[in-house]
């Protein structure tokens, strides 16, 4: 074969489209195309050293089925939404055997046709390279991020809304154990320290995130949970950085300039009064916690996986199950950058431009991460799934007890700098654990409340958290 022919196989199949759609850091790109290098360069020891012909069938057949993978996004754009009609088999198994099918496909084209298969199989290749490069919905350029400059209004007051996903309330499953009695206590202290309602029976009407949320802020306590998308309150998203879209908020609609931080499950921002929309991206420049391994290694797996291709997401599995790296995706990365969060938060509120802060945080959402010392540690994470009952309801109780730590230093912060006194804000969770079926672990939610001249107090009486949530805030 033509060497530069051979040579342009290696490069159009290994060339990472992610690494040009993503914002990746430039000492990263140096040390991926580092790797490049040294892979091209055996890539031509291989033409040299090996003579026998199917030896070299098979290697070009690898080369090309890693090509394809590199570039369809299979496992993100159709395994993983499709997990579960392959129960019980494992998507990673369906993904194994994806790869088997493209590697026969590619053996049987190159024996059969000779150079004619490597001139198909490239056409196709470089087809889909430019495709990746150009028109891909995963381009950074669809991300929601946006900040209104011309924001300049002064707030006397702010409310401030945490949504903290899959957090247990109190007296619910997880506060059973002697971990979970200790963190009640700690929720009734924090909330009495700071002068808030703190609900101790308060049950959300729905168990999914996509069905709790936005009945909340659309103040509906009346319908039931599965005609929402009729209501025109949600429908799902085309774009890859979101799963879903808000498309009515009678909450947002009170306010005149909102700030949003959110994560990839729910697109607050394309209501009108959203002035700044912070999304939550492995790719943005972030203090993460001890223990949450911020390295190079991480990132490459993390944007690799990110991509959607079958191998990235067996590289970024095996690494995290090996313990040499951690998953910025889902809720470990908003636990190990959740202090940054809390920073940005603050920066909002000293500046007065906004009315309302909404935030919609994973930190508390499994798979678990936090130890007892409130670092992080990856093996709770990428182990969760063999997690027995009483180790989730322990690793659910460290990330309650740590958020709660990290909110309690947030407000001294701002109690410090005399913000507290014109500062409303609400603690809740969208459901419970759901790691039983039962009412107190699949309903039962969190909820603390300060006004502005609230005092402590402990609710008992049974309560709906949208209910509750309407009539305070509407």
Not at 36 to 59: A, T
Not at 138 to 151: C, Y
Not at 237 to 242: A, D, Q, T
Not at 424 to 439: A, M
Request: a positive charge; proline letters at 2%; glycine letters at 4%.
């Amino acid at each position: 074969m033509n060497l530069i022919l051979y040579n342009l196989i290696f490069l159009v199949c290994f060339l990472p489209a992610w690494v040009f759609i993503f914002p990746i850091k430039n000492d990263l790109a140096y040390i991926i195309f580092g790797i490049l290098v040294i892979g091209i360069i055996l890539h031509n020891l291989i033409n040299k050293y090996v003579s026998s012909k199917i030896l070299l069938r098979i290697y070009l057949a690898l080369v090309f089925t890693f090509g394809i993978d590199n570039s369809l996004s299979i496992f993100s754009d159709f395994l993983a939404p499709n997990a579960s009609n392959f129960f019980p088999i494992n998507v990673y198994l369906i993904g194994f055997f994806f790869l088997m099918i493209f590697f026969a496909i590619n053996y049987f084209i190159l024996t059969k046709t000779n150079n004619k298969g490597v001139v198909i199989l490239m056409s196709f290749m470089i087809s889909s390279l430019i495709y990746s490069l150009n028109f891909s919905d995963k381009n950074f350029k669809n991300f929601p991020d946006f900040n209104k400059t011309e924001v300049n209004k002064y707030n006397k007051n702010t409310t401030l809304v945490f949504v903290m996903d899959q957090m247990a309330g109190i007296k619910s499953d997880a506060s059973k154990t002697e971990l979970g009695k200790n963190f009640d206590k700690q929720a009734i202290v924090f909330s009495q320290k700071y002068g808030a309602k703190i609900y101790e029976n308060i049950y959300t009407q729905c168990s999914k995130t996509f069905q709790s949320i936005p009945k909340l802020i659309n103040f509906d306590y009346a319908q039931n949970c599965n005609d929402l998308e009729e209501l025109s309150y949600i429908e799902k998203s085309k774009n890859f950085f979101n799963e879903y879209l808000i498309l009515k908020n009678k909450f947002f609609d009170k306010y005149d300039s909102i700030a949003v931080l959110q994560n990839y499950h729910m697109n607050f921002c394309i209501n009108k009064n959203v002035k700044i929309c912070d999304q939550y991206s492995q790719f943005k420049k972030y203090d993460y916690i001890k223990g949450f391994r911020d390295t190079n290694l991480s990132k490459i797996l993390g944007a690799w996986k990110h991509y959607g291709s079958i191998l990235g997401n067996f590289s970024w599995r095996a690494f995290l199950t090996i313990n040499l790296s951690d998953s910025y995706e889902q809720s470990a990365g908003e636990k190990g950058s959740f202090i940054s969060l809390l920073e940005k938060i603050e920066k909002k509120i000293v500046t007065r431009n906004y009315d309302l802060i909404f935030v919609h945080s994973l930190s508390t959402h499994n798979p678990y991460g936090f130890t007892n010392n409130c670092e992080y540690n990856g093996k709770r994470y990428i182990n969760y799934s063999s997690n027995d009952f009483p180790k989730a309801i322990k690793g659910q109780n460290y990330d309650r007890i740590c958020i709660l730590k990290f909110l309690d230093n947030f407000f001294e912060r701002l109690a410090e700098k005399k913000l507290l006194q014109s500062l409303e804000f609400i603690i809740l969770s969208d459901h419970g654990t759901r790691l039983k079926s039962d009412k107190d672990s699949t309903f039962k939610t969190i909820f603390i409340h300060k006004d502005l001249d609230s005092k402590f107090e402990k609710i008992d009486e049974e309560k709906i958290l949208q209910e509750t949530f309407s009539k305070l805030m509407n």
